[in-house]
């Protein structure tokens, strides 16, 4: 015995492990990006602010100079203002010279670079910096620490000669920066196993309903239970669209496990009857010797029940793919009118001679059908009104599209009818009704060859005639008095 060797699936993390992992991945990466973004924003804000810092203030400290030319009348002045004697005249500064306005300190220059007033912490490293133009440059002293220095030079009359140097120190912004990166530094990993926290709980609660969809399809596996269907609540729409696919399969598995039952159970019943027939046929053969007549008759029974089994699978088999698979019979634009006088025809030259045919079809009617499931049906009705109906009798097949738009197909004979209790049970499956609408042979030993014209159905003849017309969205009627005769009716829905 060949033993198939099962293909091995590995096992992959679960969704809620992937997603958790993907959403803090990309949470590590946002934040990060969002620090060097906000480093590199913050840098260049507080560069700018220091700049109009240093410039305010210097410009501050140009009104804080007036030149008094020599031979002018001294104003009265604050004693606590400095008095610089020029060439010409004198300079008066006033005492907020000196202040520091955000780390601003400032100095007053010759342009020869000699310092006049003011305080510059910068005085000696930057003694080989000439003042060239009035501007704002970076300088770096010794220790590597960073300024912003900004020249101006005093162009208002007496003053042609002197600058003012203003300077500020980055270093304690820097200090401030790397204070508050510090800060975001403790912060961020807090903020960041939050967000995977979240990201977490977010995963397993978005993902709960799959968990109990499989709960509930592993349920069903094991319990062997398809009447369960799965219910998950609201939840969004894809889902819901996916909960509801796995009902279809469900109902699409339950029916095919009720029709592969139903066919078992259906085979082994219907199936009996032959095969008991077919064994005690050919028993009652080999018990003794026996005529050739007797031979003859065996095996014609035999021959007759083969078929009869033979049509009963064919019956079965396609009654079982029709109810399973409809959508293997599309329905499509169909000239009735065609296939009901063809099916008459062609049945009318097979059938005996002593039964006539009547027609009244109108010509031109189409409806939304199948032509391959509306031949079986008129077969099964026109066959079945041959099978039942009286020696010498008639048969008349009307084909009309009513006023409302609705087509109207019957088949009526004038045969032996059905009974008022079978009426009801005619479109089961198997049933076969009273002994007068079956065989009235039994086939078994020494009642051989005793077959009448009528021969027994497989008893699924009406019930895939019913089944074609709820494909075809119409139904079936029948009208029937006993050794009057029956009329079965189908109809069909408007298509236009």
Request: charged content about 25%; some cysteine; overall charge negative.
């Amino acid at each position: 015995m060949n033993k198939q060797k099962l293909k091995t699936i590995p096992r992959r993390s679960s969704i809620t492990a992937r997603i958790t992992i993907l959403v803090s991945f990309e949470l590590i990466l946002i934040v990060l990006l969002t620090f060097l973004m906000f480093r590199f924003v913050s840098a260049s804000i507080l560069q700018r602010t220091v700049r109009g810092y240093l410039l305010g203030s210097v410009n501050a400290n140009i009104d804080k100079i007036r030149f008094i030319p020599e031979g002018a009348e001294q104003k009265s002045r604050d004693n606590d203002n400095t008095l610089l004697l020029m060439e010409e005249g004198s300079l008066e500064i006033d005492d907020d010279f000196l202040d520091e306005i955000y780390d601003v300190q400032s100095a007053l220059y010759r342009e020869d670079g000699t310092l006049l007033y003011g305080k510059n912490p910068l005085a000696r490293s930057m003694e080989s910096v000439s003042f060239t133009g009035s501007r704002i440059y970076r300088y770096r002293d010794a220790q590597g620490s960073q300024w912003f220095v900004y020249d101006r030079k005093l162009s208002s009359t007496g003053r042609e000669e002197l600058w003012i140097r203003g300077m500020v120190s980055l270093s304690s912004e820097e200090m401030q920066l790397r204070d508050i990166f510090r800060t975001a530094l403790f912060f961020i990993p807090v903020l960041i196993f939050l967000g995977i926290f979240f990201a977490w709980i977010t995963a397993v609660r978005a993902l709960s309903p799959l968990r109990k969809i499989r709960q509930t399809v592993a349920e069903i596996t094991q319990g062997r239970d398809l009447h369960r269907r799965i219910d998950i609540g609201e939840v969004d729409s894809e889902l819901y669209e996916l909960s509801e696919s796995f009902n279809s399969m469900l109902d699409r598995l339950e029916s095919s496990f009720e029709a592969e039952q139903q066919f078992t159970s259906d085979a082994s019943h219907e199936l009996r009857t032959p095969v008991t027939v077919i064994m005690a046929q050919a028993e009652m053969a080999l018990e003794k010797e026996r005529s050739q007549r007797e031979y003859v008759n065996a095996l014609a029974v035999i021959l007759r029940q083969g078929r009869r089994m033979n049509e009963l699978i064919a019956s079965m088999l396609d009654y079982t793919r029709m109810a399973l698979t409809p959508e293997n019979y599309p329905l499509k634009k169909t000239d009735l009118t065609e296939i009901v006088y063809d099916t008459a025809q062609d049945l009318s030259l097979t059938q005996s001679n002593s039964i006539t045919m009547t027609q009244d079809i109108e010509d031109e009617i189409f409806i939304s059908g199948n032509r391959l499931l509306l031949e079986r049906a008129l077969q099964n009705l026109i066959d079945n009104a041959y099978k039942y109906g009286r020696e010498n009798g008639n048969i008349h097949i009307e084909l009309k599209k009513l006023p409302d738009g609705t087509v109207r197909c019957s088949v009526t004979d004038d045969g032996i009818g059905i009974s008022a209790p079978d009426l009801e049970k005619i479109f089961d499956r198997f049933y076969q009704g009273d002994s007068s609408r079956s065989s009235s042979s039994h086939d078994l030993p020494g009642d051989a060859g005793q077959a009448g014209r009528r021969t027994a159905g497989v008893g699924l003849g009406l019930s895939m005639v019913s089944k074609i017309m709820e494909i075809h969205h119409g139904s079936v009627t029948v009208r029937s008095t006993p050794g009057e005769g029956s009329t079965f009716t189908l109809f069909f829905p408007n298509i236009t």
